[in-house]
């Protein structure tokens, strides 16, 4: 098989419900979606184990105490656990340079055990995040930030897909909502999620099919004018911008499927970039937040890991 055209999980449509549009959105149940699919991954781990004799092994560099990147660390971990893939966690403390986290990469590039490797972001200030995330090895690159990954993807034939896009393709094809043909706008243009999620989109096609790609996709961000005037086209609406509440019922086109990626701390608590309550009476599909996109993240970089083990033992066959 060509290494480059690595084939993601099919859905299993016979646990999925076809959604319809109603008056009230139907919500998209990403948390479950994760766990149907987080079983299909431990089915796949344990078939790996028997051929191979090992675990595929994740390790996760954490530099610093950031409370929320020890909580996104400690979630992995936990979700590795259930799967059956091996997790590694290297602790560097928050002074650390560049160079102290370039040889924690190098020597995870040379450790022949370690599959996959994800420098947890964002790094304290003094560490140059693109040099650092430019020296993991491509094939052990499960965020998919390298050049070489984000080349691939841009020419559609990717080895790696970042794990929050391939997570919302995932469920939209689980979901029964194809995006061929299909208005999408995507607020955000990050190369965490915005960029590669309008790029995946915009393909001919898709590991799931030219059914989940082919979309006519516009991605906005802070400087787009009338964005209201955009979003409101879009029968597919990605909202990946960082600030609460921001997309109103204005924004959206009646029976818009609505994608929410955002994660915001507030006094209320989580709430994403869309305004759920008012939203969700426009919209004919929405995530909720949190349980929507952010557990799906976790999941995919599982599949991504054990992509990885594959891609590694089929190089040195
Ligand atoms: P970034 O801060 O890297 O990017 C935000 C984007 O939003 C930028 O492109 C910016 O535009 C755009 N933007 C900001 N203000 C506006 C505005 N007023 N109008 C239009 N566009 C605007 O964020 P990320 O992509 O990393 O994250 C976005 C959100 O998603 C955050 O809340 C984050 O926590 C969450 N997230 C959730 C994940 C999950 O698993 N659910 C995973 C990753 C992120 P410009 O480029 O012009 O500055």
Redesign the pocket.
């Known amino acids: 098989m060509d290494q480059r055209r690595i084939r993601y999980p099919t859905a299993p449509l016979t646990n999925t419900k076809k959604l319809e549009h109603a008056m009230s959105a139907k919500l998209l149940d990403g948390k479950g979606i994760s766990k149907e699919i987080q079983k299909e991954t431990k089915v796949k781990v344990e078939q790996f184990i028997a051929d191979h004799g090992e675990s595929p092994v994740l390790a996760a560099v954490l530099v610093g105490d950031d409370p929320a990147s020890q909580v996104y660390v400690r979630n992995k971990e936990r979700a590795c656990a259930r799967a059956g893939i091996e997790s590694q966690l290297h602790r560097l403390p928050a002074t650390s340079t560049t160079e102290d986290i370039l040889a924690k990469v190098v020597e995870l590039n040379e450790d022949s055990q370690v599959n996959g490797i994800l420098v947890q972001l964002p790094l304290p200030d003094q560490a140059d995040s693109r040099v650092i995330l430019d020296a993991i090895d491509p094939q052990k690159d499960v965020d998919a930030f390298h050049p070489h990954n984000v080349g691939l993807i841009s020419q559609g034939r990717p080895q790696f897909l970042p794990c929050?896009p391939h997570g919302i393709v995932q469920m939209l094809k689980r979901c029964g909502i194809e995006t061929t043909g299909k208005s999408v706008c995507v607020?955000?243009?990050?190369d965490?999620?915005?960029k590669p999620m309008a790029m995946m989109l915009g393909q001919k096609d898709s590991d799931l099919g030219p059914e989940m790609a082919n979309a006519t996709v516009t991605l906005?961000?802070?400087?787009?004018q009338n964005?209201a005037s955009i979003t409101q086209q879009a029968d597919i609406l990605i909202a990946?911008?960082?600030?609460p509440n921001?997309v109103t019922p204005d924004m959206i086109k009646p029976g818009a499927v609505v994608v929410d990626?955002?994660?915001?701390r507030t006094e209320q608590g989580l709430v994403g970039?869309v305004d759920f309550d008012s939203g969700k009476e426009v919209a004919g599909f929405i995530t909720p937040v949190p349980g929507g996109?952010?557990p799906l993240?976790v999941t995919m970089l599982l599949e991504n890991t054990l992509m990885a083990a594959i891609i590694q033992i089929k190089s040195i066959a």
């Open positions: 929050t607020i955000g243009r990050s965490i999620v915005g906005c961000h802070s400087r787009t964005l990946a911008i960082g600030r921001f990626v955002g994660i915001n970039d996109v952010g993240t």
